[in-house]
């Protein structure tokens, strides 16, 4: 049986801000999960490579697990509801801009690693 599903998108030009600085951008992406949360969002999405700190992927890249990907867990548990993170991420000594699907218990039950890097990405 199908059902509707409420679904939000933040929308907001990425801030440029260094590894260490990712604290203090990470609380200011709080507020979009709490109003989308009010709103009876179900699925929230963030841009993508919203969450991408400042330098080469390969100094950026985290586990799914880090910082950035924990944060996003605790905002889906905290306010019961599915979150699509953007990240770069590395497994497997291979770098991907990827999307990761949480679900409301902070869980993650998907990921997609963009298939058709830009020249930039390559580079």
Same mark, same amino acid.
């Given at each position: ?13 990425? @801030?440029?801000?260094?590894? +260490? ?6 609380? *200011? ?6 109003? =989308? ?7 929230? =999405?963030?841009?993508?490579? *919203?969450?991408? @700190?400042?330098?080469?992927?390969? +100094? ?11 944060? =996003?867990?605790?905002? =889906?548990?905290?306010?019961?509801? *599915? ?8 497994? +497997? ?19 997609? *690693? ?10």
């Amino acid at each position: 049986m199908s059902r509707y599903v409420t679904v939000g998108s933040v929308s907001e030009s990425r @801030p440029v801000y260094s590894k +260490d600085e990712t604290g203090p951008f990470l609380e *200011h992406l709080e507020k979009f999960v709490w109003r =989308a949360s009010e709103m009876g969002c179900e699925i929230l =999405a963030f841009p993508e490579a *919203h969450y991408r @700190p400042e330098g080469k992927y390969p +100094d950026v890249a985290e586990e799914i697990g880090g910082r950035g990907g924990s944060w =996003a867990m605790e905002m =889906a548990r905290k306010y019961d509801l *599915h979150l699509i993170w953007p990240m770069v991420t590395f497994e +497997d000594d291979t770098i991907y801009n990827s999307a990761v699907l949480i679900d409301r218990k902070g869980e993650v039950i998907g990921s997609y *690693h963009k298939m058709n890097p830009t020249k930039g990405e390559i580079e």
